[in-house]
């Protein structure tokens, strides 16, 4: 039996390709299994397929994106004259297509970008987007640059593991903007970490913001790894241009109004935890007679008891990761341009697309 999400799975194993994408090419690989007897079933075979994919994640948005993209194609496409063998295999293969010239869409939004960006310029990035490396490392081809990367906690590589140790944890949070700092300087180009509190003492240095995205959503605002919104906040305050890059399978019929109406959101992220208190045991507990003297060690437990918090009231690095959102919402106001495959646009021509695109 066809199993969507292991597909999906085998697809980001190639660490050029995004969660958009890899759902595109799972439905595609869906609809070559499928044992639909007709275009509803496979319409809702593909649906389902799509919910299961969604249902794995928490955080869906992108695959949310690349879902709805695929879904919209399935059923806007012509096939009147079809039979259903001759359809899927029509589908099979335009999904394919479409998957290899989705390939080259990081190149196309990285030749638009460099056009944009003076000789001599100040960058400053958040986390690690691919596009947004392919972006800076073209322009240093050509061009003196120098990039400010965020730490862009608590990422890390998008995993939190709870058995790492605290050392552990804390480097793999850092990890993500190490990654991009790292290739950056490995290809030349004069970098430095920033801290994320540190965003505002930097922004007078910076020329412009460059950040890739999760999503460019109907509104025109951008859904990326959390911190952006604060940045684009300080860089509009600081009247400096703050610039998305996005592939446009990234482009999603999704309008939020805050930061709580994303489907990442959930009744734990920030949510206050109800503090604990010592039983009256342990409240109100002595020793029966106190045998010791001046000069005697005090006792491993009692040293213990005065000096060490209890777990119960410890606050830990993975509890802080566990609590804590991994991408916020940007809005357009807040937003110069979208740089994409599909060209440069303004938050409002985003939402002109999205019409034109999902109507046919």
Known sequence: MFDIHQAFRRSLQ???IAYPLAAIIALTELIENSDAGTMFELVNAIRQGAET????????????????LFIAFVTLFHHESLTLTDLKRELIRQGQKYAEEAMTYRKKIAELTVGFIKDGSVILTHSHSRVVMQTLLLAHQHKRISVFVTEARPRGLGFVRIALSLVTLIHNNLHISLKTAEALIAA????????DSAVAYVMDKVDFVLVGSEAVVESGGLVNAVGSNQIAIIARAAKKPFYALAESYKFHRL????????????????????????TRSASISRPAEDTTTASDPPTASASTNDTEPTSSTSITQQQICKTNPHVDYTRPDLISLVFSDVGSLTPEGVSQYLVGMFAG
């Open 53 to 68: 994919l969604k249902s794995k994640l928490e955080n869906p948005i992108g695959v949310d994106a690349g879902c709805e």
């Open 14 to 16: 190639n660490p050029e």
């Open 188 to 195: 030349g180009v004069p970098c430095t970490v920033v801290l």
């Open 255 to 278: 309008f939020p109004l805050s930061q709580y109406d994303l489907p990442s959101h959930n009744s734990k992220i920030l949510s206050f935890s109800s503090p604990s208190r010592p």
